[in-house]
Nanobody
Framework: QVQLVESGGGSVQAGGSLRLSCLGS????????MGWFRQGPGKGREGLAT???????RYAQSVEGRFTISRDNAKNTLYLQINNVGPEDTAIYYC?????????????????????WGQGTQVTVSS
């Protein structure tokens, strides 16, 4: 199977930056299409960014310019750089991976396109 473990969350002041990491492991893990999602208090889960095996990226309009998704396939690690954080970024952040797609879908971010999910890491922004 596949295990995904997020790290890098915590408390951060508004205007600051942080980088989340997601380590993939397991016999079935492969560097397929991966993505970051988040769920804020009282909100549904929203897709933020995806990255294909070769590095092609897509971003939700709401975060483009502030968030950067990247990956190091040699380290089985996915990253999300978040700059200029604000209260709206307070959420649990999840990484997810497809179990067959190398290139990520071009349509809107859908949870159903990702077979495996991490447990999430909490990000809390204070003013």
């Amino acid at each position: 199977q596949v295990q995904l473990v997020e790290s890098g969350g915590g408390s951060v002041q508004a205007g600051g930056s942080l980088r989340l990491s997601c380590l993939g492991s397991g016999v079935a893990y492969r560097p397929y299409c991966m993505g970051w999602f988040r769920q804020g208090p009282g909100k549904g889960r929203e897709g933020l960014a995806t990255i294909g095996t070769g590095g092609n990226t897509r971003y939700a309009q709401s975060v483009e310019g502030r968030f950067t998704i990247s990956r190091d396939n040699a380290k089985n690690t996915l990253y999300l750089q978040i700059n200029n954080v604000g209260p709206e970024d307070t959420a649990i952040y999840y990484c997810a991976t497809s179990n067959w797609r190398r290139e990520c879908p071009y349509w809107d971010f859908r949870e159903a396109d990702f077979a495996y999910w991490g447990q999430g890491t909490q990000v809390t922004v204070s003013s």
